[in-house]
């Protein structure tokens, strides 16, 4: 199966826009995922076993992410957890023929594992500890399933209305938990009411709320 990106182009003609492709080659994924490197486009593609989802981001969706992650490096500041970020970086297990880019990944309990790397094998490496995916369409078990070929312990998914976190069990799939595996004294839906007062406040003072709450929590 080929496709061009002209062809994607003429069906993502606006950031709500989100494209749909059954029965793509692994080799199709790969050759699209270089094609989007190269060319500079804003696209995050999730590849499940000959499904593939591209979809451009939304500027809430934007917002939103940033805001979880700096939640994430604010929390680790205050109580002195060493976090290496690893962002969007495009995750393939060609095996599993699983594929995607998170909004925001990190090694926490690896971490020591990572320091002043550059490149990943994940055939010889650890997958990141946690993951955030915001999905504001309706892909996020698809998306889960690729997540856990992956191997990435726990993902936070937050779809604009709801905060909800997964973290992965020994048979391989998502359990949906109240409480943070990568950051164990950590209560995620609390951060909801944080990511609610972007809509009032400057991103800044919502993230001074954050530190503060965090020195409260008991490590």
């Not at 029965?23 to 094609?35: H, I, K, N």
């Not at 970020?85 to 020591?112: M, N, V």
């Not at 972007?198 to 800044?204: A, F, G, P, T």
Request: charged share 30%; with cysteine.
């Amino acid at each position: 199966m080929t496709i061009a990106i002209e062809q994607l182009e003429a069906e993502l003609k606006s950031d709500e826009s989100h494209f749909v492709i059954e029965g793509v080659s692994w080799q199709t994924y790969e050759s699209l995922v270089q094609d989007f490197e190269v060319s500079g486009q804003r696209k995050r593609i999730t590849y499940n076993d000959g499904r593939m989802v591209i979809v451009s981001p939304l500027l809430k969706h934007e917002r939103w992410k940033i805001l979880l992650r700096d939640f994430v490096k604010a929390i680790g500041r205050e109580h002195r957890i060493r976090i290496f970020s690893a962002g969007s970086t495009t995750w393939r297990a060609r095996p599993k023929k699983k594929g995607l880019e998170p909004d925001e990944c990190f090694y926490i309990q690896h971490e020591p594992q990572m320091v002043g790397r550059l490149e990943v094998d994940l055939s010889k490496d650890p997958p990141p500890d946690l993951a955030i995916e915001v999905d504001l369409r309706p892909y996020l078990m698809n998306k889960l399933q690729v997540y856990a070929g992956l191997k990435i312990g726990e993902v936070w998914c937050f779809d604009g209305l709801d905060f909800e976190v997964f973290a992965l069990q020994q048979d391989g799939h998502y359990l949906k938990v109240q409480k943070s595996i990568a950051l164990p004294f950590l209560v995620p839906s609390e951060l909801k009411r944080f990511l609610d007062l972007l809509s009032e406040k400057d991103e800044e003072s919502v993230l001074d709320e954050v530190r503060e709450w965090a020195r409260t929590l008991k490590a």
